[in-house]
């Protein structure tokens, strides 16, 4: 059985602004972290109907050249022209009868360009190529440099700028789009290579996690082998969707440990401690986290620790689609609770799920502030919070209550039923779809879990 083919509209908010930049004739750069989906975005790009879906009739004239960089042994300006022109082979292969004519000549440029010592003898070479195939009826050329981090550090400045030469001689006509993990300024100075950074840099996108509908359409995918009684229920994907953040990488492997694990898993109450250093899940954060600059990772422990985040990347971290702004209290959360769980445990202390700030009267649940407790409910749960892992009986909670309250009486009936209706809501407020941190007891006590869970 074939995989089932992505909708043509896959990752449209992506690659229709990348395709209308690179039509206008302006060279791009797509960043994202560990696992985000870039090389399933790049062989969507590659399909035909694709770029016809977005183009239209001008699709007909670009020929679109993939360059996979992990190839390159050294980083020397013969080996990355000879990988350009080894991909132009490659696509001019299945081009029109005019192209494929060139395929002789193409070859024997590639054999000069790959074989010379003579760095200006390669260039020639790869300029030649380049504009024959132009003159043989190709509109635009677009050069898509994958993983293209390790060449941005490490490839002499003459080679990466030659690449803007070759660009400046087909203005308009051939173009980069170059695919990374970090952002090319994080990877060596600008300077350093100005005349090629300049022109692709100008136009950074970045590869958040999937939309709603293309994260559906990824699970549809995965699962089209799988027999329909093991296939995830609605509640089970909208569970998927929510731990992973629809992250491609974390949906992925959330959805493989839950398969493995059998029926029931992904609605666990516990989900998150389940999938806490998975062999498979744990993996795919630590991509995530190493593909953070210094500053995101600060402002990362910023947040968690509920220092104030920087402005500034708090709001790279949310172009990345990593955390998002909570417009209630004015808070950001972490796209991912699964993340959000693994950075708090590489953080020193950073791991604490419930925390009451009694200085600012504030209770913060799994990186959530719960903003609408009232009176009562707030000392409850301070009373709760200060016995956490232990039983408060029924008469102490009751005269914490009663307390508070006075003669403004939320609820009827006698004091054990309020104070039932007071912790009913206070359950509803704290507790989260995957966690319960609030438990009843059977003596009609409570209980708030403790530091380990418990």
């Known amino acids: 059985m074939q995989d089932i083919p992505m909708p043509v509209q896959f990752r449209s908010e992506i690659i229709q602004p990348l395709l209308k930049a690179l039509e206008a004739g302006e ?27 977005f183009l239209g009739e001008s699709a007909q004239g670009i020929l679109l050249l993939y360059v996979d960089c992990t190839k390159l042994l050294d980083y020397t300006l013969r080996a990355l022209h000879g990988l350009i022109l080894e991909a132009m082979l490659r696509a001019t292969e299945k081009g029109g009868t005019e192209l494929a004519a ?6 024997r440029l590639w054999e000069q360009a790959t074989d010379s010592d003579s760095p200006d003898r390669t260039r020639r070479a790869l300029e030649e190529a380049v504009a024959s195939v132009l003159q043989a009826g190709t509109a635009q050329i677009y050069v898509i440099l994958d ?26 006509r051939v173009m980069y789009v170059t695919v990374t993990r970090h952002e090319l300024a994080f990877l060596r100075a ?4 100005e005349d090629f950074y300049e022109i692709v840099s100008f136009n950074t996108i970045p590869i958040g996690p999937y939309t709603e509908a293309d994260a559906n359409d990824m699970i549809d995918r995965l699962v089209s082998r799988w027999k329909p009684a093991d296939r995830p229920s609605a ?13 491609a990488g974390l949906l992925r492997q959330i959805l493989w440990a839950a398969q493995s694990a059998g029926q029931g898993f992904l609605l666990s109450p516990d989900l998150i401690e389940k999938l806490r250093g998975h062999k498979d899940v744990e993996p795919e954060c630590i991509k995530i986290w190493d593909s953070l600059e210094k500053d995101e990772t600060v402002n990362l422990e910023a947040l968690v620790k509920r220092k104030g985040p920087i402005s500034k990347g708090i709001r790279q971290l949310e ?6 702004y909570r417009l209630l209290d004015g808070t950001y959360d972490i796209f991912s609770p699964v993340f959000d769980d693994y950075v708090r445990g590489t953080l020193p202390g950073g791991r604490i799920p419930i925390e009451l700030v009694p200085d600012r009267r504030e209770v913060w649940v799994e990186g959530r502030l719960v903003g609408d407790l009232d009176k009562v409910e707030y000392h409850l749960f301070a009373c709760l919070y200060r016995s956490r892992g232990q039983p408060v009986a ?4 009751v005269r914490e209550m009663i307390d508070v309250e006075a003669a403004r009486r939320r609820f009827p009936g006698r004091p054990e039923q309020r104070l039932d209706a007071y912790a009913a809501e206070l359950k509803r407020k704290i507790d989260t779809a995957h966690r319960e941190y609030i438990m009843h007891e059977p003596d009609g006590g409570y209980r708030l879990i403790g530091p380990d869970g418990m």
């Open 27 to 53: 060279s791009c750069s797509l960043v994202g972290v560990g696992s985000s989906g870039k090389s399933n975005l790049i062989r969507h790009l590659l399909r035909q109907d694709v770029r016809e879906h």
């Open 102 to 107: 060139l395929h002789p000549k193409l070859e």
């Open 147 to 172: 993983d293209f981090d390790h060449v941005a550090k490490n490839a002499p400045t003459p080679a990466l700028n030659s690449l803007r030469a070759l660009r400046d001689n087909h203005k308009y």
């Open 190 to 193: 600008e300077e350093e290579y």
């Open 235 to 247: 509640a089970e994907r909208q569970r998927l969707l929510e731990a992973s953040g629809r992250h």
């Open 319 to 324: 172009v990345k689609g990593l955390v998002r």
């Open 394 to 397: 029924q008469p102490d909670l």
